[in-house]
């Protein structure tokens, strides 16, 4: 193991020895620490750089992600090697470097790393401005879990950025879920127009009919429904996104057609639709939920309607739901993830019958993939629009999601379902009648 030290006071360790004795093989890429010491290929492409004391302090006080998280935006770890748009090749090493680090050290070493470590490096150091405190202070703040009111400022928190920094990141569409991508090379615009494309065409919906979507975002699947003669609600409880859709909707005509409202997608008070779309608010709703937001979602359409439910979930249905601590204090509080399998069930406990399911785990990764392509065309404009902590926090999220899609940590599936009629029929061909 390649390791790199300077003088110490005699009995303890440099940050490099320190971790070189939890460790069971040299780590995928090089960390260097303001002591001087070093561990790791010298070589090495990739490079982790604690610059002060301050690096070691938020570690010891919230080891994992949500450490290197702090330390990250707070300047005092830097990463040499990759954009801080683009940083998804980083937790690959992180990957390999965190399985390494299983060895146990004897009593007397750990009783050294304890004096070396230091009890003013038990100390939180200061946290970032855009972290919000952990859950159980958000209870006791006095707003219930996925109350209405507690569900708007998560949701506030997330998309009431910046609609300027969102659309240097998304482009053009201004659609923040997984794209659907024909083929490899197809850009971004191309992918998000074919995923709307493959929603509308399993929803079978044509002039005339009705369309709820809830959670509608900036309005991507309301206004492309719109063109195509459907009559459209979309309910979000982003006011900066309904603001942008709206004048979308606006500048291309479709104000007879297309609706963006700031509505809780629990209180639209119309009934019957022919169709539902869900693109995205899954994840927000909590596990203890899906019930109820089925049953909901069942009671908006007409007996015979069709609801395309689209959202991340895990890979088995046995794990945890919670996000990870920085997931869950820095991008969506209070969110999270089931398996396929959980979503499926509750959707036919609520009365739907799944007609279809596709998980597009792959097409999300390449989305992924152009965003953070997006954040580093416009970098420096991007970090005018929002400072470099959260410009850096979005390259940090977007690049960790993009690795996770990519090894089946998390997955993309859609669920196609019906309200069947009293009979218990519907009136749908045989098989899929729409292109993939």
């Keep these: 193991m390649t390791t790199t030290r300077s003088s110490t006071p005699s009995g303890t360790m440099t940050i490099g020895e320190i971790i070189g004795a939890f460790a069971t093989g040299e780590p995928p890429l090089r960390i260097e620490a303001y002591d001087g010491s070093a561990i790791g290929p010298a070589d090495s492409d990739l490079v982790l750089r604690l610059k002060s004391e301050k690096a070691l302090q938020y570690f010891v006080t919230a080891p994992g992600d949500l450490g290197l998280a702090r330390a990250y935006l707070m300047?005092?770890?830097?990463?040499?090697?990759?954009?801080?748009?683009?940083?998804r090749d980083v937790f690959g090493s992180?990957?390999?470097?965190?399985?390494?680090?299983?060895?146990?050290?004897d009593a007397r070493t750990l009783l050294r790393i304890a004096r070396s470590i230091g009890r003013e490096n038990l100390t939180v150091p200061p946290i970032p401005a855009q972290e919000v405190p952990p859950a159980w202070k958000r209870v006791v703040s006095g707003l219930r879990r996925h109350s209405k009111e507690r569900d708007s400022e998560v949701v506030s928190y997330h998309y009431d950025v910046s609609n300027r920094f969102y659309e240097w990141i998304l482009g053009p569409s201004m659609t923040y879920t997984c794209a659907c991508y024909p083929e490899v090379d197809a850009s971004l615009e191309t992918a998000q127009e074919n995923k709307y494309r493959l929603v509308f065409d399993k929803l079978g919906l044509s002039a005339g009919d009705r369309l709820l979507d809830v959670g509608c975002g900036w309005g991507g699947m309301v206004r492309y429904a719109a063109r195509r003669g459907v009559r459209v609600i979309g309910v979000t409880l982003s006011k900066e996104q309904v603001e942008w859709g709206r004048a979308a909707i606006e500048a291309e005509g479709l104000g007879d057609l297309a609706e963006v409202r700031l509505q809780d997608y629990r209180d639209v008070p119309e009934r019957d639709f022919d169709a539902v779309s869900s693109i995205g608010i899954t994840e927000h709703i909590g596990r203890k939920n899906y019930r109820d937001y089925f049953s909901k979602l069942h009671g908006y359409l007409k007996p015979g309607g069709i609801l395309l439910n689209h959202c991340i979930t895990r890979p088995d249905n046995a794990g945890k739901v919670k996000a990870g601590q920085f997931i869950d204090r820095y991008i969506f509080p209070d969110g999270e993830l089931a398996g396929a399998g959980t979503?499926?069930?509750?959707?036919?406990?609520?009365?739907?019958?799944v007609l279809h399911e596709e998980n597009l785990r792959p097409h999300y990764a390449m989305t992924l993939r152009d965003w953070c392509a997006n954040l580093v065309e416009h970098w420096d404009s991007a970090v005018e629009e929002v400072g470099e902590p959260m410009a850096k926090l979005w390259g940090l999220y977007m690049g960790a999601c993009q690795y996770g899609f990519e090894h089946n940590k998390i997955q993309l599936h859609?669920?196609?379902?019906?309200?069947?009629?009293?009979?218990?029929t519907w009136d749908r061909p045989l098989r899929p009648w729409w292109q993939p």
């Design 75 to 87: 300047g005092e770890l830097e990463v040499e090697g990759v954009h801080p748009g683009a940083p």
């Design 94 to 105: 992180l990957e390999v470097f965190r399985k390494t680090m299983t060895r146990t050290p």
């Design 343 to 353: 979503v499926h069930m509750e959707a036919e406990n609520a009365g739907f019958e």
């Design 414 to 424: 859609q669920i196609l379902a019906v309200r069947l009629t009293d009979e218990q």
